[in-house]
């Protein structure tokens, strides 16, 4: 069974500044899916960033980035220019290709301090 | 992104009665719908699959009887939780996923946060 760790149940940030949260993951799949999902206070869950394992090139959007190292099983989400609003929970997901469901991290509470 | 809704957005009700949670998807058709269960500082644990027009899938500890998955149409899966009791007290979420898209991605509903007194 695929297994999601996160290792920093929080982290700060001051705002401005640049933050990487860590997840790692456990599988035997050569191909899958990876996501990062953040949940602010109103506990909408938000997709932030995924990316296929197949593609080597690490996924952008915006000043959200991922580092994808697939022989490490790491897959880091950094994020750049922080902002309040981007204190939330944030949880690290996997994904077979051929399966349906989602494995979630145990999630590292972000806060963004002015 | 694909908008998925839930209602009701909260509900408190007495031991011993059931409840009703309803997931749409607004803007297209979802095949599998995923009903999820947190507490309070935890990770999300999911609870079954709702596939449309056949019977849902359940976790190992999830009971098919109390916790009722239904979906009978390609934007609607419900979840009852019947003869609700004060540990089922939770903060329940539904996603979806969108068919035909690669990355094989599932949007979430706002939640729905259940109190049995």
């Known amino acids: 069974a695929q297994t999601v760790t996160q290792s920093q149940p929080e982290m700060s940030v001051q705002e401005a500044e640049t933050v990487t949260l860590s997840c790692t993951y456990d599988?035997?799949?050569?191909?899958?899916?990876l996501f990062w999902y953040k949940q602010p206070p109103s506990r909408q869950m938000i997709l932030v960033i995924r990316?296929?394992?197949?593609?080597?090139q690490n996924a952008t959007e915006n000043r959200f980035s991922v580092n994808f190292q697939k022989a490490a099983k790491s897959f880091s989400l950094k994020i750049s220019d922080s902002q309040l609003g981007d204190t939330a929970m944030y949880f690290c997901?996997?994904?077979?290709?051929?399966?349906?469901?989602?494995?979630f991290g145990e999630g590292t509470q972000l806060t963004v301090n002015p | 992104g694909a908008v998925v809704s839930q209602h009701p957005s909260r509900v408190i009700c007495k031991s011993g009665t059931s409840v009703k949670i309803e997931c749409r998807s607004l803007?297209?058709?979802?095949?599998?719908m995923f009903w999820y269960r947190q507490f309070p500082k935890q990770s999300l644990m999911l609870m079954a699959t709702?596939?449309?027009?056949?019977?849902?899938?359940?976790e190992q500890g999830v009971e098919k009887d109390k916790f009722l998955i239904n979906h009978a149409s390609l934007t609607l899966s419900t979840l009852t939780v019947t003869s609700a009791h004060p540990e089922d007290s939770s903060f329940y979420i539904c996603?979806?996923?969108?068919?035909?898209?690669?990355?094989?991605?599932?949007?979430f509903g706002p939640g729905t946060r259940l109190l049995v007194l």
């Open positions: 599988t035997s799949e050569s191909n899958y899916y």
């Open positions: 990316q296929e394992a197949y593609k080597q």
């Open positions: 803007d297209f058709q979802a095949t599998t």
């Open positions: 709702s596939n449309e027009g056949s019977k849902a899938t359940y």
């Open positions: 997901a996997f994904k077979e290709t051929s399966g349906s469901r989602l494995t």
């Open positions: 996603s979806a996923r969108v068919p035909g898209l690669v990355q094989e991605t599932q949007y």
